[in-house]
Every structure is written in C-alpha cells, then in structure tokens.
C-alpha cells in the first residue's frame, strides 16, 4: 500500500520568508500528486494537481507555486509568504484504481506571523 | 460542474445522541463518494465509501447511503462517542480527462459532550 510523507508537521514563517513544503510518495509510480489547503474553520481548496514530472496545474491564482522534480516528490514553495498563507497544507495521492478515494499525508501546519 | 454542499456546522451533540450530517452533491456520470474524517492535529482518514447507487458505506458504526434519486450521501451513527469529535467532510470522485477528480464539502465539525 503507499504511503505519504510529509514535512515538516508544523512551521512557523515570518512574512515575507520563502517556503518549500515537501510531499513524497512510497509504494506507487507515476502518481496523480495533489496539494491541497485548509484554512482555519473553512474547508479543503485545491491549490495543484501534478501528473507527472513537470507537470503542474493551478487550481487558483495565488502566491504558491509547486514543483515536480522527482515522480514521487511533489514541493510546494514562496518566494514570500503572506499572512494569508497560514492554513493547514496536505498533500494527496489516489491509490490506484476507480473510485476508491485518496490517501493523505498528515499534514503541515503553517502560520505565518 | 461537480459539486458537493454539505451541512453547515458546527454539531454538538450529547455522547450516545443519534447523528446525521446530511450531503447533497451535483455530478453528471456516476461519481463515487466518501466521507473522510479529521481528528485534531491530524490529516484526513478515510472513512468510507460508496461507489455506486444503493451502496452503502460502512465503518466504525458510521454508515451513508449512496441516493442517486435524490443525490445524497448523508452520514448517520446511532451512538456517538466522545472520540468521534471530528471534522467530517464529504467528497466526490468521478473519472474524467485531467486530474482535479475530488471534489470536497467545506466539512462539518462534530463535538461530542459527555
């Protein structure tokens, strides 16, 4: 089965501070990566989705950008954040096969102060 | 395009109290749908699913039934627990070209009070 890792579980950014969130995946190849983020009492937005190396697609226009260096390492990253920024950011993975939901990692927790 | 709507908490409810958190969703085809679940300073568990009209899901005493009549997937338990206080959120699946497939309710916070 796979499994999501993600780093680190919290982190505290002053504004203007850059960002790089990191996502990898284990047990699977060539995943659909997705980050997605929570804001405080709100629910789940869909920031980007991946399908592949280098292949990003914005869901909103926003100060975030995400990469695909690797097939199972999907990074979310600022040149500078906002206070906007804070929010609860998780990565996502679809385990294989038609409906079936996706598999989360747990979570990174960010203030920005 | 495909949405879901889902109950506005949130929900405190007495421990051993019925619930229901109620789901409606928009989708042409034929989606699958979940609940998932956040306990506290956590990520998102899958709770359960449904992948076709008349399922139903099932886990941990939760259940919903998947209604396409009335494009519903509601979430019921007839005895909650303190440690069921959580956010529940409702999402959707459907296969289509390009990968943004889940679909998700702005989720719904349940407190359970002893």
């Known amino acids: 089965s796979q499994t999501i890792h993600q780093w680190p579980a919290t982190l505290v950014q002053p504004v203007g501070s850059p960002l790089s969130l990191e996502c990898t995946v284990e047990g699977t190849s060539n995943p659909n990566l997705y980050w997605y983020r929570q804001a405080a009492g709100r629910g789940l937005q869909l920031l980007f989705y991946s399908i592949g190396i280098d292949q990003i697609s914005s869901e909103v226009p926003q100060n975030l950008s995400a990469s695909r260096p690797q097939d199972r390492q999907f990074i979310l990253s600022s040149k500078k954040l906002l206070l906007s920024d804070s929010g609860f950011y998780l990565c996502a993975c679809p385990p294989g096969g038609q409906g079936y939901g996706y598999t989360f990692g747990s979570g990174t927790r960010l203030t920005v102060v | 395009g495909d949405s879901v709507t889902q109950m506005e908490g949130p929900v405190t409810l007495s421990e051993e109290a019925f619930l229901t958190i109620n789901c409606t969703y928009t989708a042409t085809g034929y989606p699958s749908l979940f609940w998932y679940v956040q306990y506290p300073g956590e990520g998102l568990q899958l709770l359960l699913k449904?992948?076709?009209?008349?399922d139903k899901g099932s886990n941990k005493g939760f259940e919903a039934t998947y209604r396409k009549e009335t494009t519903s997937f509601h979430l019921e338990k007839g005895s909650v627990q303190v440690s069921d206080s959580a956010v529940y959120f409702c999402?959707?699946?459907?296969?289509?070209?390009?990968?943004?497939?889940?679909?998700f309710g702005t989720g719904t916070r349940l407190t359970v009070i002893p």
């Open positions: 999402a959707l699946w459907r296969a289509q070209t390009g990968a943004n497939n889940l679909f």
């Open positions: 449904a992948t076709k009209a008349d």
